[in-house]
């Protein structure tokens, strides 16, 4: 998969923040759209997971921060539900003009209820998958009761949530308190996917209930069993989303040419295959398809790593691997393992690199390892010296033996 940063003009002319996650061989088999929950944004843990993980299943996915939250242009305080709808509509007009008009919606809580609003206006959707959604927007007034009184009297108040402050005015009360949820339900032309936690304590699961009961078949609903609101255990963000995933796929059936690779998978081998024209080449791994491709420095289309990339990558994966496997084996405090490297050319002449008098080195790969955890240096010593152990690591420094057939 890779990760682009885009902006975008929203339903009142800011510029708003979001990320295209599009999947590894860049050919999309749909688009889909994701909304966040209420004063979230679009990195939070959920958001990134269910993304990525309809990324990795071949959908092109668009998350971005409403109007005034994130990393978006704008004033909350002059946002309400109608417009974090209209931002929705705007996030698909920009989809559709860049890439293709949206297939798939997902929503997280008030995120849910915002899509299931703006499919009237997007009728490219085929999918609509909601997350712990309720069934009235204005649900979200929860969160406001201790000043509602006085948002109502002043016209406007802070209000503290998550712990940050947020200027909530009457006319967002008003307008939660005016959509009606139940009516875009019964007339919803999509597939629908509930998907709710039973111990959810700030959308409670009878909104489930209601959302189903409302809506018409194709329905389904999957319980989130333990997840709390916000799926903030990475377990269930990624059950979450991978569910999602196997879903999406039912109701949006896959491009032409994403299903083109489906004669090179081979179980046993790597298989890779390059068109009449450019250099862009597919690489299918068992069930895992991959693109590689050229820069456009040297005639590319820059679609994809290239390979030497994946040469290097093979490296920093291994390296990466071999020391969690360590560390978890001798139960140190190893947190995290990041491995930069970068590949480049060294002259023949060059004796400072001959090696037992052979002839230097015509290739080079620096690397640089960072162990975040509390290790002492001992253990820090150690890791560095396990790190020149991987497997990857010895096969290229005793080299590798090619042995070519030719094939009718």
Known sequence: MSTHAVTFPGSSGHRLSARLELPADGVPRATALF???????KDLRAAV???RELAAAGFAVLRFDFTGLGE?????ADTDFSSNVDDLVAAARWLETEYEAPRVLVGHSLGGAAVLCAREHLPSVDAIATIGAPADPAHVLQHVSEREDEIRERGEATVTLAGRPFTIRASFLEDVESAMLTEHLAQLDAALL????????????ENARRIYDAARHPKSFVSLDTADHLLTRREDARYAARVLGAWAERYVPPAERAATTDDLVAHDRVVTRTGAAGFRTDVVVRRHRL????????????????????????LGACTSMTLRMYADRKEWPLEEVRVRLRHGKIHRADEEDCVDGREARLDRIHREIELVGDLDDEQRDRLMEIADRCPVH????????????RRP
Do not use: K, N, Q, W
Not at 194 to 204: A, E, F, L, N, Q
Not at 394 to 405: A, P
């Open 35 to 41: 909304a966040h929950c209420f004063t979230c944004s």
């Open 394 to 405: 010895r096969t290229l420094e005793r080299g590798i033996v090619v042995e070519t057939e």
């Open 291 to 314: 693109v590689a491709d050229e820069p456009a420095s040297v005639g590319g289309d820059d679609e994809g790593p290239t390979p030497y990339d994946y040469v290097v990558a093979g």
């Open 194 to 205: 509930v998907m709710h936690s039973p111990v959810d304590r700030t959308v409670g699961i």
């Open 49 to 51: 997971a269910i993304t």
């Open 72 to 76: 978006s242009e704008g004033d909350f």
